[in-house]
């Protein structure tokens, strides 16, 4: 890569190390099973991008509207925070030939998502460090490009998480975010309090049904989930069905396109 990420990891707060033994957990479980793989793949029918392998919302659609709106060219950088085991980021690296940088906060899951770089591309064409949303570990302006795929909701501190976003990318870059918002939210304020100009919101009116059809496979898959991930695993996803089910309805999914401005351009 003409880009590599320092060294250092950037120190977790107490939530941030809790978020993390968390989110460790979770992964070690389901690597150990494909039976949440293909509940996923179940639930999205062949909208499901099969090889991203991603624990997402993320489906053929979001792909295309992210590489429709990063407007990268080869050779560029490419940042995906909250990237898990990496699904995503690798598979826009190979699909727009540019340099990955992949950030999560789980150890877990960047071991996972560095085994899987050869399988999309070349060893230096992508890296992975363990960082947060609101503490990356990146130089300033070092992103032509960012995507965040269904974790900004995660951030102990979203407005943090917004700005650090900000500060990575470089003057003119954009920023393209997966987000589940109330129905009477308006994303341009919390964007442009980190900076942002939003470019295009596009929305994902199909969003809430996945989650529901997911959200009854876990339930009716019970049985399987505890004996392949274990009771605290398979509790903690049906703690998530039983918080977010009645949610759906009130939500609005969509992808964000956020744009660093550039003070040298007219404003868009």
């Not at 990955?100 to 591309?121: K, M, N, P, Q, W």
């Not at 009854?216 to 989930?225: A, I, P, V």
Request: glycine fraction near 8%.
């Amino acid at each position: 890569m003409n880009q590599q990420p320092p060294a250092s990891t950037p120190a977790l707060s107490l939530a941030e190390q809790e978020l993390q033994k968390g989110f460790d957990a979770w992964h070690a479980a389901r690597a150990s099973t494909d039976l949440v793989s293909r509940l996923y793949a179940a639930a999205m029918g062949d909208a499901h991008p099969g090889e991203v392998g991603a624990f997402s919302s993320c489906d053929w659609t979001t792909l295309g509207s992210m590489v429709t709106r990063l407007r990268l060219r080869p050779g560029q950088v490419l940042v995906d925070v909250g990237c898990g085991t990496g699904g995503v980021g690798l598979w826009l690296s190979r699909a727009l030939a540019v340099h990955l940088i992949g950030i999560d906060i789980s150890a877990t899951a960047i071991a996972a998502a560095a085994a899987r770089r050869s399988h999309f591309v070349s060893p230096d064409q992508a890296a992975f460090r363990v960082g947060t949303l609101q503490a990356s570990g990146l130089a300033d302006g070092a992103a032509h490009g960012l995507v965040c795929v269904d974790a900004l909701g995660f951030a102990p501190d979203r407005p943090a998480a917004l700005r650090e976003i900000h500060r990575i990318l470089k003057p003119g870059a954009r920023a393209v975010l997966t987000r589940a918002l109330p129905r009477t939210c308006d994303p341009a304020k919390e964007a442009a309090a980190a900076g942002f100009e939003i470019e295009h919101i596009d929305e994902r009116p199909a969003e809430p049904e996945l989650w529901r059809r997911l959200y009854g496979l876990w339930s009716t898959h019970e049985t399987d989930l505890r004996r392949e991930l274990g009771d605290l695993q398979a509790q903690t996803m049906l703690d998530e069905v039983a918080r977010m089910l009645p949610r759906l309805d009130e939500r609005r999914a969509v992808v964000l396109t956020l744009r660093r401005p550039d003070p040298l351009l007219p404003s868009r």
